[in-house]
């Protein structure tokens, strides 16, 4: 008897903007360095990339307000906040 399992893991690979080109936003956490234990660093980029479809920010500290600390737990989370 075969199984057969969904599971909602979508593979990093497969993620597109909507025109067929990768979002820019995981460019720019690779070039700022930012990238930790990559335990929080998706629900990161998508937080912040909801947060500029939402309203484009003026100044980059807006953005760190609304970043969920409690994702934030790993020993080099400090440089991330």
Do not use: D
Not at 16 to 45: D, K
Not at 48 to 70: I, Q
């Amino acid at each position: 008897m075969a199984h057969h399992w969904r599971a909602c893991v979508v593979p990093a690979a497969t993620l597109r903007a909507p025109a067929g080109t990768p979002h820019p936003l995981p460019n720019a956490f690779v070039a700022e360095q930012a990238g930790q234990c990559a335990y929080c660093i998706p629900g990161m980029v998508v937080t912040a990339a909801a947060l500029l479809k939402e309203k484009p920010p003026r100044v980059p500290l807006r953005l760190r307000w609304p970043m969920p600390s409690s994702t934030l737990r790993g020993p080099g989370c400090g440089s991330c906040r």
